[in-house]
């Protein structure tokens, strides 16, 4: 019998949260035994990484979690061609201290390095980088996946092509990763050239994206309480490794926010205020130098932010919106929310590329991504979240699992037609709470 706790596992926004029957396991064989326990006692479980999924897409409510942080060996790194395999429990925080000094980085990396190969893998994740280098999954060569049926198998674009496939944005469910081998980027130097440039609208930020489309890493931070003339205005910034500057790895630690704000601390007065100082501090207009870890992790720097929300959480929302009607989609998602009075305190605004990926439900598309978040002051907030899904839908966009607690069954279905593919290959035993809500029947 592997040790089983019944914990409180809370998603990243807080808002989700319930009891499971978690289990730790350290090693491949412990996976392979917290499977077959979950199968023979008939429930069903999920593979639960560093928890950085907003919604409920990592969680199994009422189920069990098999948590895969205990797995976190590097198990082979080539350091002449750049390939690494590592256990699937290892986070990119651990990961990067190794390649860096050696002179590699992901080739896709989120924004935050608290995230696990795994949860890397099962939600396909995309960077600053998309444009030109398309997912994670797009690097990854080989992983081990434990399925009830099957045992462990390994899965390459030649080997299991279908469920790699599947597996690569499969949210966890044809089986639990149990490592990943993947190809990373050579690099002169830990610093990056980097450039903050602040944009009036959106067609300045528009025009921006078309013309940095060389810069390999892009992305603009917008003010979501400007409106009329000024709306997405904000600050553009791009990227590009430098040629040298040292190989040094990010430092570890950082502060901790030790409790819920009391009431959330982030509501129109304060966003409103830090929007006006984030504009006029020094660096929304820099040219320069800048380690990796403040450039790609700004977030990590205060650990547990997301209490700042206070203790009824907050929603993420992240769309995806074809090329076809990204400028005239972003402007009414913009209008939307700036006209409810709510706002918004991480905005982003990114164009994608047209990279495919591997993945079968991979969420990017070829056009652009906005990023919203907002406090949970319950039905005004999802009444919010109504409106802008609207927008997405008639633009012929969609919304990302990863990021989203409430997507509603038709949106999902209607963004990700191959979801029937991902049912029909998920391992028996694995269940979210985000996939029952997908494939019930209404
Ligand atoms: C500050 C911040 C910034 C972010 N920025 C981005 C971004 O820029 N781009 C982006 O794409 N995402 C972004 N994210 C989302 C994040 O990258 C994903 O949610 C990622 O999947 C989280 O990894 P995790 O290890 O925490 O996995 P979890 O959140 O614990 O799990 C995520 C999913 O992966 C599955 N999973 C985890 N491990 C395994 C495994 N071993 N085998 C099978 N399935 C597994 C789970 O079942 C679940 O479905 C961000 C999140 C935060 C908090």
């Known amino acids: 019998m592997t040790a089983r706790e019944d914990l409180n596992v809370l998603a990243w926004g ?33 593979a639960h990484g560093l928890g950085r999924s907003y919604g409920d897409s990592g969680l199994n409510l009422g189920g069990g979690l098999v948590r895969t942080t205990g797995l976190d060996r590097l198990i082979a790194f080539d350091r002449a061609a750049g390939i690494v395999r590592a256990d699937a429990g290892l986070s990119l925080d651990a990961l990067l201290r190794v390649t860096v000094p050696a002179g590699w980085f992901v080739p896709v990396t989120p924004g935050t390095k608290f995230v696990t190969l795994g949860g890397a893998v099962a939600n396909d994740v995309h960077g600053k980088n998309h444009h030109l280098a398309g997912t994670f ?25 279908d469920l790699f496939a599947l597996t690569i944005g499969g949210f966890g469910l044809t089986g639990v990763i149990t490592w990943v081998e993947v190809r990373l980027e050579r690099i002169a130097s830990a610093m990056l050239e980097v450039e903050n440039i602040p944009v009036d609208d959106l067609d300045a930020f528009f025009s921006l994206s078309e013309r940095s489309d060389s810069w390999p890493f892009t992305v603009a931070w917008v003010d979501t309480l400007a409106r009329g003339e000024r709306l997405g205005r904000g600050i553009f910034s791009r990227g590009r490794w430098a040629g040298n500057g040292g190989l040094n790895p990010h430092r570890s630690g950082g502060p901790r926010l030790p409790l819920d704000a009391p009431g959330g601390l982030l509501n129109s007065l304060t966003v409103g205020a830090f929007n006006r100082l984030y504009r006029a501090r020094p660096g929304a207009r820099f040219h320069g130098r800048q380690h990796y870890d403040p450039f790609f992790y700004p977030l990590d720097r205060l650990r547990d932010w997301n209490r700042m929300y206070g203790s009824r959480g907050f929603y993420q929302w992240q769309c995806a919106i074809p090329t076809a009607h990204m400028r005239e989609a972003v402007r009414v998602l913009l209008d939307t929310v700036a006209a409810s009075g709510d706002a918004s305190f991480l905005a982003v605004l990114k164009t994608f590329g047209d990279a495919p990926s591997p993945g079968v439900l991979s969420f990017p598309m070829s056009g652009a991504t906005l990023a919203l978040d907002f406090a949970n002051r319950g039905a005004d907030t999802l009444s919010l979240l109504s409106r802008l899904d609207r927008v ?15 997507l509603p069954q038709a949106m999902f279905r209607a963004g990700f037609p191959r979801w029937t593919e991902l049912e029909a290959a998920r391992d028996p035993i694995l269940m979210s709470s985000f996939w029952r809500r997908m494939t019930e029947e209404a």
């Open 392 to 406: 997405v839908a008639e633009a012929g966009g969609r919304l990302y699992p990863a990021k989203d607690g409430r």
């Open 14 to 46: 807080r808002v989700h949260r319930g009891r499971h029957f978690v289990s730790d396991p350290a090693t491949r064989n412990g996976v392979g035994a917290a499977i077959r326990e979950t199968a023979e006692a008939g429930a069903s479980t999920l």
């Open 137 to 161: 999954g797009s690097h990854v060569t080989r992983f081990g996946l434990w399925r009830s049926d099957r045992g462990e198998i390994e899965c390459a674009p030649d080997e299991n092509a």
